[in-house]
């Protein structure tokens, strides 16, 4: 009997909130008519609500009386409650990503800690963080070769001579980290236009993004420092 009452209870708690959600999406709307609104949830933090919005979150009331853009902090636990939320909104399906087989994978250390790579060989970014990477110990990184044909002409060809090499890692490591093309040919099958496929069919458009054990894409440059410190903080993949 006692469970029946705490299960109705809790029902109509939830059905509450989804109102009072629906009322902030709808205030929100109103306000930016040209925005796409994909979530609004309560959060514990100060009766404050989570907007988002045109990928990005905010924050506001009930009535829409004010609109914080930054980050959430919870001073309990030092936890940077915005950063875990986007990155738990914008997580990609693992398993939809390429196979294994289409990457360059490089192990150090034990190899413990896992990143997917999407990167073009022309891209200035995905040079810059190569030498983060360098910097990381025990972590398995499974590079995919995305060349972006339209922002670094050329980048297709060398791609493809590098998949081509005898040696794929070590052709990517000299030709990022010391500018030594690579003397193969790309000549040979490669995945480069199976990996376009899936990566524009996952709106992956930025090059280098970083995919974490979870999911979660960080696009663009990012220190080693930050890389370190995300696979800290990641949850596991469920």
């Given at each position: 009997m006692l469970r029946a009452v705490l299960l109705s209870v809790l029902m109509l708690y939830a059905a509450f909130a989804a109102?009072?959600?629906?009322a902030v999406k709808r205030l929100t709307q109103a306000k930016f008519p040209q925005a796409r609104i994909d979530s609004v949830v309560k959060t514990p933090y100060?009766?404050?609500?989570?907007?988002y919005m045109d990928g990005r979150i905010h924050y506001t009331d009930e009535k829409m009386t004010f609109f914080i853009i930054g980050e959430l902090i919870d001073t309990r636990t030092s936890l940077n409650v915005t950063e875990q939320r986007f990155r738990k909104l914008t997580a990609l399906n693992l398993k939809q990503l390429p196979p294994a087989e289409m990457a360059i994978t490089r192990v150090k250390g034990d190899g413990s800690r896992q990143l997917i790579v999407f990167s073009d060989p022309?891209?200035?970014?995905?040079?810059?963080?190569?030498?983060?990477?360098?910097?990381?110990?025990?972590?398995?990184?499974?590079?995919?070769?995305?060349?972006v044909e339209k922002r670094f002409p050329g980048s297709t060809e060398l791609a493809k001579a590098i998949w081509?090499?005898?040696?794929?890692?070590?052709?990517?490591?000299?030709?990022?980290?010391?500018?030594?093309?690579?003397?193969?040919?790309g000549s040979c099958p490669t995945p480069i236009e199976e990996i376009d496929r899936i990566g524009t069919r996952l709106s992956i458009d930025v090059t280098p993004t970083v995919i974490f054990p979870d999911g979660a894409p960080m696009n663009g440059m990012v220190s080693a420092a930050d890389l370190n410190r995300l696979l800290v903080t990641t949850p596991p993949a469920k």
């Open positions: 109102a009072d959600e629906a100060g009766g404050l609500y989570e907007v022309m891209c200035p970014y995905c040079r810059r963080i190569e030498q983060e990477f360098a910097k990381l110990n025990n972590v398995t990184i499974r590079l995919f070769l995305y060349p081509c090499a005898p040696d794929r890692a070590r052709a990517w490591d000299e030709w990022m980290l010391s500018g030594v093309k690579p003397a193969a040919k």
